[in-house]
C-alpha cells in the first residue's frame, strides 16, 4: 500500500472482493466544466457506474493525499475551486503532495494513481494528444506518455479537433497504444462521431473489449489501451460549428501567446463558451455514455 494514498473504503472494499472498479478524473471537473454542473456531473456520472454493476473511484488530490475515491464534499471542494485547483499531470504530482495542496488530475495522473489502488478501467470524456503545430510547438500531452506506459484502459469519446487526430495516431501507433473502436471504424472526435481518422480494432461488445485487454496484460505487453465510444447521435453536434470555433480559439490561443499547461484548459474553455451551452450538454452527455460503457467493461474484465 503506498504511503501517499488513501482508498475510499467503498473502493477497497470492492478491490478486496474482486469487483469491478471504475476510475474518474478530476482535470474534467475543475478545468473541464463550469460550475456547479461540474460537481452535478461528477456525482450523476458515480451513480451511473454504480447503475451498472461497478463501483466509482473520482481520483484527485486533497491537501496532499493522493484519493481514490472522494466525498460528494471534495468532489464540490474541487468544482468550486475550479481554475484555481492545480492541474496535476505526472511532473505536478509531487510538488502539489510535498504543498499538502489540492490537485485535480489529467488523464495522465489519474492512470498513475489508478494503477497504485489497482484499478484497471477509467472512464473520462477526451484525452490530451499531439497539439496542431507540434512540429515547432512541441506540445504533445503526458497523457500519451502515460498511455505507453501504464496498465489502465482509458474509455473516452475520442480526442477533440483542438488536436492534431492525425499525429495523435501517429504518436500511439509509435508508442504501441492500441486504439479500439466501440462499434465504430473511425476515431470519434468528442462532440462528433467521426473523423477523418481510423482506429485499430472495431470491437462490438464489453466482453470482447475485456477480452482484448486481458490478452495485452496476460502477456505483459504494459500500457494502456483507448477504448473510443462514439458520442450518442441525439447529442452530437454539427461539424462545421464546432469546426469554426475550434479555429477561432486556436487563433486566440495563438495571438495571446498562450502555451504549456494553460493550453488546453483554454482551447477547452473558448470552444464551450463559442458554442454556448448547446456544447456544454453534450459534453456531460457523452461523458455518461463513457461511463456506461467502462462500468460493463469493468464487471467484464
Ligand atoms: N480534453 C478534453 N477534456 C478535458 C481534457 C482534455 O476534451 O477535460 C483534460 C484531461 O484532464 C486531459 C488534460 O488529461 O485535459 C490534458 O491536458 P494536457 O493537454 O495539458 O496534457
Ligand atoms: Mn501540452
Not at 452530437?236 to 495563438?254: F, G, H
Request: charged share 20%.
Amino acid at each position: 500500500m503506498n504511503q501517499y494514498l488513501d482508498i475510499h473504503p467503498d473502493v477497497a472494499t470492492a478491490l478486496a472482493a474482486g469487483k469491478p472498479v471504475v476510475a474518474l478524473e478530476s482535470t474534467i471537473i475543475s478545468h473541464g466544466m463550469p460550475w456547479p454542473q461540474n460537481a452535478e456531473t461528477a456525482k450523476k456520472v458515480e451513480q451511473i457506474i454504480r447503475d451498472n454493476g461497478a463501483v466509482p473511484a473520482t481520483i484527485a488530490i486533497i491537501d496532499g493525499r493522493l484519493k481514490a475515491g472522494l466525498s460528494n464534499d471534495e468532489i464540490d471542494v474541487l468544482g468550486q475551486a475550479g481554475l484555481s485547483v492545480t492541474k496535476c499531470s505526472r511532473r505536478d504530482l509531487p510538488f502539489v503532495v510535498a504543498q499538502r495542496q489540492h490537485g485535480a488530475t489529467t488523464v495522465a495522473a489519474t492512470m498513475i494513481i489508478a494503477a497504485m489502488a489497482g484499478i484497471k478501467v477509467f472512464a473520462t470524456g477526451g484525452i490530451g494528444g499531439v497539439h496542431r503545430g507540434a512540429q515547432q510547438s512541441f506540445d504533445i500531452s503526458a497523457d500519451l506518455q502515460e498511455l505507453a506506459k501504464t496498465n489502465v484502459a482509458v474509455v473516452c469519446a475520442g480526442a477533440k479537433s483542438i488536436l492534431d487526430l492525425a499525429l495523435t495516431r501517429e504518436y500511439l501507433e509509435t508508442q504501441g497504444v492500441p486504439v479500439l473502436g466501440y462499434k465504430t471504424d473511425t476515431l470519434p472526435a468528442f462532440y462528433t462521431r467521426e473523423s477523418d481518422q481510423t482506429v485499430d480494432y472495431n470491437l462490438q461488445s464489453a466482453t470482447d473489449i475485456a477480452e482484448f485487454l486481458t490478452a495485452k496484460w496476460g502477456m505483459q505487453l504494459d500500457g494502456g489501451a483507448i477504448i473510443t465510444n462514439p458520442i450518442p447521435e441525439e447529442f452530437a453536434m454539427e461539424k462545421s460549428a464546432i469546426d469554426s470555433a475550434i479555429n477561432q480559439a486556436l487563433a486566440e490561443m495563438a495571438e495571446q501567446g498562450v502555451a504549456g499547461k494553460e493550453s488546453t484548459p483554454f482551447l477547452l474553455a473558448r470552444v464551450a463558451e463559442l458554442t454556448g451551452g448547446n456544447s456544454l450538454a453534450s459534453n456531460i452527455q457523452l461523458v455518461f455514455n463513457n461511463a456506461r460503457l467502462a462500468a460493463k467493461i469493468a464487471v467484464a474484465l
